[in-house]
Nanobody, 129 residues
Framework: QVQLVESGGGLVQAGGSLRLSCAASGRTFSSYAMGWFRQAPGKEREFVARINRSGAITTYADSVKGRFTISRDNAKNTVYLQMNSLKPEDTAVYYC??????????????????????WGQGTQVTVSS
């Protein structure tokens, strides 16, 4: 029932920045925890970041901590991923995801793909050397 549409991907040089957006349809956006996953060619999808329903609590993969910032604007039904100091290893398709269980999801499950009910179509991020 929920649709997620990512935008903002593109080609950027190492050290540069990019801001991804995810627009969500539906009336219940504010009830979902939101997040981002990414998948590089030949690799499994990996967790990137998560934000709780209010936006007050964020979680990041160690690989992006200190460089990426997840945020949300519930009035606009939108979640963002600000990516700074980009590295070639950040190259991947980035997916916006929604977790309808929110705070009920145990902490050790919040980085798992299966936790998330809804997935966007993905947006390509390519970081060149």
């Amino acid at each position: 029932q929920v649709q997620l549409v990512e935008s903002g991907g593109g080609l950027v040089q190492a050290g540069g920045s990019l801001r991804l957006s995810c627009a969500a349809s539906g009336r219940t956006f504010s009830s979902y925890a939101m997040g981002w996953f990414r998948q590089a060619p030949g690799k499994e999808r990996e967790f990137v970041a998560r934000i709780n329903r209010s936006g007050a609590i964020t979680t990041y993969a160690d690989s992006v901590k200190g460089r990426f910032t997840i945020s949300r604007d519930n009035a606009k039904n939108t979640v963002y991923l600000q990516m700074n100091s980009l590295k070639p290893e950040d190259t991947a398709v980035y997916y916006c995801v929604a977790d309808s269980h929110g705070a009920a999801t145990l902490s050790n499950r919040r980085t798992l793909s299966a936790t998330y009910d809804y997935w966007g179509q993905g947006t390509q991020v390519t970081v060149s050397s």
